[in-house]
């Protein structure tokens, strides 16, 4: 995703900054990059400008270069000491008949428990570790159709989306394929180094601006 903003600044012509040694690169940014195979509803591009332009500007040169899907929300300029940092994610993933009566039954199990414990693989010696990811689990729900949840994230961590979707039974290819991420929260910002709110499909735009949100 990335390469392909990339590519789009660069046809734009557009004034980004770039990496400074032996092989520069854009200065851009995804603020909450997205698990491998989730679609997305909600995403945050960061983009450092090496020269004045507008967000507007900005924001009209880019949408011509985009390929068709991504779509721009808005663009805005923001004071590069209050760079957002996102604080939670909202996801949703379509149920068979099958799934859906079996994840009703687990949910409220779930919800009670104050530890979910998963294991994950240390990154500094590739042991197994049991984490416990109940504190990140702000919400839960689901219906005849839909199953839908809400993770907290920042500094100290965040469950991953294939770890809730173990805890129901739930964690197979095809279900993976169709998890969406569709709403991201972020700490406050003050409008003020170009950011893009983008979303990568069409006619599914979040109606407010996380950023604006309580």
């Given amino acids: 995703m990335l390469r392909l903003f990339a590519r789009a600044v660069r ?8 990496s400074q040694g032996y092989n520069p690169r854009p200065r851009l940014w995804l603020m909450l990059p997205r698990p491998l195979g989730v ?11 090496a020269d004045n332009c507008t967000a507007e500007e900005f924001a009209a040169r880019l949408a011509q270069t985009l390929p068709a899907g991504i779509k721009l929300h808005s663009s805005f300029r923001l004071s590069p000491a209050r760079v957002p940092q996102p604080t939670s994610a909202a996801y949703t993933l ?7 009566d079996k994840v009703a039954r687990k949910i409220p199990a779930l919800l009670d428990s104050s530890r979910l414990p998963v294991q ?15 504190p990140y689990l702000s919400r839960m729900r689901s219906d005849l159709t839909e199953l839908s949840f809400t ?64």
């Fill in 11 to 18: 046809r734009a012509g557009l004034p980004i900054a770039y």
């Fill in 39 to 49: 679609s997305c509803r909600d995403d945050l591009l960061l983009v450092e400008l």
């Fill in 94 to 100: 379509e149920l068979s008949q099958q799934d859906a």
């Fill in 120 to 134: 994950r693989l240390s990154k500094r010696n590739a042991k197994s570790q049991e984490v416990n990811i109940r």
């Fill in 151 to 214: 993770l907290a994230c920042g500094p100290a961590g965040s469950a991953k989306p294939a770890e809730v979707l173990a805890l129901l039974d739930l964690d197979n290819p095809p279900n993976r394929a169709k998890l969406v991420r569709t709403e991201v929260t972020y700490t406050p910002v003050q409008a003020e180094q170009g950011q893009l709110k983008i979303n990568d499909q069409e006619d599914l735009w979040p109606k407010t601006h996380p950023a604006a949100k309580e």
